[in-house]
């Protein structure tokens, strides 16, 4: 018997540093993630917990990881993808941690930020000893960021910010959220780095979610924010800047879902030998059989999608357009895997026993974040065509 | 201040054993690692690291191609350096032979002021190298040591055992070996598997170290393995009911097997 991702030999398209970085999460995810994530998924995910699990991920590395300097480990694109890959084996909750942290909060600092705002920021994140979040999507305004009315307004030497932000992960426990307004003398979306704690900002947690349990989201309210000059994210002036930090996590999703994906296949391909209807195995029924191999072949294809994705990462030539295509893929071929493998465990499936239905679940947040698949469906279709059709 | 760990390769013990037509272990198709005992000496060794003294921990192995795998983790680990000693005539080498290639390879090394090893190794698991080390070396030895603290000249150690623990010190060079209640040693991080790839890992045959082939190897062996047969399968254990007799019942049990 082989494993879905052995089927095709996959394993020497990694390089033996890449084998290593990934096998190193993967001993995480089963020494820290795996035996707790059913209560962080009931009780939901709580702060204590998330400084916790950052303080790990930080010790190993993993936050920034793909970033160079300031306490960050500078590895290639490709092992950024894998940790994601096996991160998000464990929890989508988990990853979307390491994804904001690193791809948007640090991503944003490191980028964008002045020499001043990285030294004083990306050690701590890197060490997971502070947290960041990433606040771009309004109550009003998700797909279509350029909408946004959260203003910044100069007065004097400071700035004053006023607006409100949704569904920011991470918001309530962050020791800085990068928040992105638009400026009210020249319309010009800036990056602004709020530290927690400021009069006038608070992070309320939205409770009663149905997905993405074992994570934090939150509302940032902003009601006349003051914050000196040294605040805003000097090197960008547009929405490129905020578009560019989610393109770095998007591409981890690319990978990420696919360890959400590979988690359910190997719950259902030993439940399927261990289980018996009708008086034999389930697995050597022809109907199981079909499933788990149109399964494991969706698998390969968009593992084999995202190191192509990966390798072009890291010779610089990665555009966005082919992220959306990654992003596209592997999140629905994951949501349809793990639904599929939820049918095979029958009433266990629906339990937190199994891994199944809360990985389906999580990846309905993950087929929405960071642009939807309708969106992506755009991007490409406007690659195709040169005609745009998101108004 | 110079340490040397021992460091051993070891197939992976989840995976089924078998035994090559010399009774000798058959590690084609086994995937090896670092034997986790020895993990305990490298992090006691990174920790004298930590606690502020100049260390250089080098991490020194015997076997076949492959062995590296067990060095590669002491260094993603902390080690600054690794030895590898490979010859074709090593192989079935016996503990006596395994010292005292080791020891020579210590002595090569040069101005090793300690030297600790794992307690035991998780494939032969007969925790007598260490000891035969020390007396191949003329140095004192310390066995099976659960905390140690670690000087310019000594070192001072805790031995535990069922009844009492005992404190000894001995004046460096020393040999030690380390059980796995020391410490927890850390899991390498990106940055130390990272910098691994860069450090440097020397290969030494028995000609480098000056012994002679015909010592060593299954031949020149003085402990044997005749024969090797596979533990029986468990058989199904029995079941005791509790109807309100349940303790008794255990008892009896217990008493039946001469286990009280
Ligand atoms: C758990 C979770 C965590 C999140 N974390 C963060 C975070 O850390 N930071 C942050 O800034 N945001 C975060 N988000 C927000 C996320 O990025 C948005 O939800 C997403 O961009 C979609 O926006 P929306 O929910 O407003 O949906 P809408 O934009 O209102 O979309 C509703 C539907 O309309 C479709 N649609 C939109 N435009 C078009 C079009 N032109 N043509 C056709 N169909 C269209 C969409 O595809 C979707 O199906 C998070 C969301 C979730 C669920």
Redesign the pocket.
Known sequence: MTTPLELLSVEHLLSEEERDLRDAVAHFVDDRVRPSVADWYEDGLSSSAVRELALEAGKLGLLGMHLTGYGCAGTNAVSYGLACMELEAGDSGVR?LVS?QGS?AMFAIWKFGSEEQKQQWLPGMAAGELIG?????EPD????PAGMRTCARRDGDDWVLDGT?M???NGSVADVAVVWARCADDGAVRGFLVPAGTPGFTAPKIGKKL??RA?V?SELVLEGVRLPSSAVLPEVSSLRGPLSCLNEARFGIVFGALGAARDCLAAALSYVQTREVFDKPLASFQLTQAKLADMALELQKGYLLALHLGRLKDDGTLTPQQVSLGKLNNVREALAIARECRTILGANGITLEYPVLRHANNLE?VL????????HQ?VIGQALTGQS??? | MKIVTLVKHVPDATADRTFTADNTTDRAGVDGLLSELDEYAVEEALKVGDAGTDVEIIALTMGPGGAEAAVKKALQMGADSAVHVVDDSLHGSDALATAQVLAAAVTKIGDVDLVLTGMASTDGGMSVVPAMIAEYLGLAHVGFVGELTVSDTAVTARRDDDAASETIEAALPAVVSVTDQINEPRYPSFKGIMAAKKKPVETWTLADLGVDSGAVGLDAALCVVREVTKRPERSAGSVVTDEGDGGTKLAEFLAAQKLI
């Open positions: 979307s904001v948007l979040c990433f606040g771009l999507t305004f998700g797909s279509n932000k569904w920011i992960t997905s993405l994570s989201t947040s929405t974040y960071e642009g939807t698949s309708e969106v755009l059709a998101f108004s």
